[in-house]
């Protein structure tokens, strides 16, 4: 299958800080990805959805000021968390859709990120 | 309001047997049906996918059962192994580009 990296696997930071999260396609174009947060023994919450060259769609309840998303190239999304809290921690997985209307969907391995 | 309801929550499966997994849907617009495969710290991969259009799809130890009328798709693990003691997410998507809508998960162990 399609190959999608997360940059970094892990992050700590303190609390008011800001955390980038990288999100790429490797070995192909993805003009749509998402982005989830997953908390412990619970499934994957979308946050957003973000396409190359437009703003992203943000799901209901989901701060766009907070997380902040571009899709600046057809293989490179990010995610920032913006003046994070201890309740931002999560584990956040984005994943890519292999070609244009095609529904399958590559998940990268996620990023840990915990705000002390 | 859950889209896609995934059930049981957790499963003890003695290693050789059969992994049954299963999820109900409400809205009929959904048209394509994958089965994700979640490890501890990892994100998930897709295992197996099926369409609306056939009633069943089997890749290796893997088989998707589709029941369009009343709604429901289910997954078997065949020869169950401990190598198969993960999180198992079924979703649905109305294709295009939306976004897929996950069940809530089932956690399998397989014990020897």
């Known amino acids: 299958g399609a190959v999608v990296s997360q940059h970094p696997s892990r992050v700590i930071c303190k609390s008011g800080t800001s955390v980038k999260i990288e999100c790429r396609s490797l070995d192909f174009q993805a003009t749509t990805m998402f982005w989830y947060r997953q908390f412990p023994k619970q499934s994957l919450m979308l946050m957003a959805t973000?396409?190359?060259?437009?703003?992203?769609?943000?799901e209901q309840g989901v701060e766009k000021d907070k997380f902040l998303i571009n899709h600046a190239s057809l293989t490179l999304s990010t995610l920032t968390v913006t003046s994070a809290h201890p309740e931002d921690s999560s584990f956040y997985i984005c994943s890519a859709r292999h070609r244009p209307g095609v529904e399958t969907q590559y998940f990268g391995p996620g990023t840990r990120l915990l705000v002390l | 309001q859950q889209q896609v309801k995934q059930s049981p929550q957790s499963l003890i499966v003695q290693k050789g047997g059969i992994s049954i997994i299963n999820c109900a849907y409400e809205?009929?617009?959904?048209?394509?049906f994958p089965w994700y495969q979640q490890f501890p710290g990892k994100g998930p991969a897709l295992l197996i996918a099926?369409?609306?259009?056939?009633s069943e799809k089997k890749e290796g130890r893997f088989t998707i059962s589709f029941n369009k009328s009343a709604k429901q798709f289910s997954l078997h693990i065949m020869d169950s192994q401990p190598g198969d003691s993960a999180t198992y997410f079924c979703a649905a998507s109305k294709g295009g580009n939306t976004p897929l809508v996950f069940g809530k998960g089932t956690r399998l162990s397989v014990i020897a």
């Open positions: 099926i369409r609306p259009d056939v």
């Open positions: 809205n009929t617009a959904f048209d394509y």
């Open positions: 973000s396409n190359e060259g437009s703003k992203a769609t943000y």
